[in-house]
């Protein structure tokens, strides 16, 4: 009878045993059995009630990885889409950027070429040995470059102001 009796809370202890190491490697799908009332019984119920708390625990861990992995992804979406808002932008400022650099260069080959006349016939008109026509032809030159010249500066003076938003 003792043998029974003990060969009987043995292998009820190997079972909790086996379920205490299946808990701790990560099983809490399968359950303790054990459904006695005695101090084994209280045990397994206490076995039971922990696999079944922490099984609770680890869906509701995972429920809130996978919302944190949502949220990562949202973030890292806008995040991307920041990056390529900002890289656009970077290439509008660095298309605008050459546009300007573009226009000062040819600004100012157009306004060093009627300064270049102007001054060039300034020096013809020192020459005393040049006729009244030459000089006259001298001066006209000189006036049509200046009104060139004017009207480029004017042209800039105007763009200026339509980018400052002050043109009227």
Known sequence: I??????GWTRRLDRLVAASRRIAQGDLNTGCDDQRADEIGQLAHSYEHMRLCL???????????????????????????????????LTHAESANRAKSDFLANMSHEIRTPMTAILGYADLLTDPQQCETQRLNCVATIRRSGDHLMAILNDILDLSKIEAGRFV
């Open 55 to 89: 099984r609770a625990r680890e869906q509701e861990m995972q429920s809130l990885n996978s919302t944190l992995q949502q949220r990562v992804d949202e973030q890292t979406q806008i995040l991307r889409s920041r990056a390529t808002d900002l890289q656009t932008a």
């Open 2 to 7: 003792v043998w029974f009796l003990v060969g």
